[in-house]
């Protein structure tokens, strides 16, 4: 059984023969990452999903905002506003936004990598 002294501390360590107060961390930001994730090592199909997800999330997000302002509107003005402007008006304009917009930042660091490579 192996003594407490010689269980290595942290796993992370550079090299077995590097000093003991450098430790490699992961990297949270730079070239290719959002928030830390990397997307810049997506295919087409990933950088396509990704931005159609993207999308559908903002679009039920605005929808979900959109709804909620209307009641607002509708109880505090005795309005009668309809709900389905909601999904028109708010939805699917920042949803078809928001993945065009993703569609271009991923699909660009796509195009990079693969002109990169040649």
Known sequence: MPKLSQVPADS?????????SVIQH??????????????????????LLMSLATGFAAFFAATFFGIMGILLYNTTGH??????????????PVGITVA??????????????????S
């Open 100 to 117: 065009m917009v993703a569609f271009a930042y991923l699909g660009s660091l796509w195009m990079r990598r693969q002109l990169r490579r």
């Open 12 to 20: 992370r360590r550079s090299s077995p023969g590097a000093s003991e």
């Open 26 to 47: 992961p990297r949270a930001s730079g070239p290719g990452t959002l928030f830390g994730v990397p997307v810049g090592d997506l295919g087409w199909f990933s950088t």
């Open 79 to 92: 309005h009668t506003v309809d709900f389905a402007l909601s999904y028109r008006r708010f939805g699917l």
